[in-house]
């Protein structure tokens, strides 16, 4: 059974960092694709950024673009987003997830696995 947990959000001024963390069990992580969503109130769910199962190719929403990092350390089954520039509009609870079918260079869909959500509040 895959297992995501993520960790690292918080309260943070407009303009500050954050990095997220989330640690993955259950399948084997390097061959796996995983992404960030976030959740802001009363929006939908949405995609903030992916990345390929070696880490070599990366996507991000065009609003993080230039401002957030997804990277992995596969043989500690980590997945993690650097957060640069925060704003206001960032406030959402963040949510690691994994995509179902292995393999596959798509990172903004086909995800099936979540963690439970870490929240993030940026303060103006």
């Known amino acids: 059974q895959v297992q995501l947990e993520e960790s690292g959000g918080g309260l943070v001024q407009a303009g500050g960092s954050l990095r997220l963390s989330c640690a993955a069990s259950?399948?084997?992580?390097?061959?796996?694709?995983m992404g960030w969503f976030r959740q802001a109130p009363g929006k939908e769910r949405e995609f903030v950024a992916g990345?390929?199962?070696?880490?070599?190719?990366?996507d991000y929403s065009a609003s993080v673009k230039g401002r957030f990092t997804i990277s992995r350390d596969n043989p500690k089954n980590m997945v993690y987003l650097q957060m640069n520039s925060l704003k206001p509009e960032d406030t959402a609870v963040y949510y690691c997830?994994?995509?179902?079918?292995?393999?596959?260079?798509?990172?903004?869909?086909?995800?099936?696995?979540w963690g439970q959500g870490t929240q993030v509040t940026v303060s103006s």
């Open positions: 997830a994994q995509r179902v079918v292995s393999g596959g260079l798509v990172l903004r869909s086909g995800y099936g696995y």
């Open positions: 259950g399948r084997t992580f390097s061959s796996n694709v």
């Open positions: 990345i390929s199962g070696s880490g070599l190719i990366t």
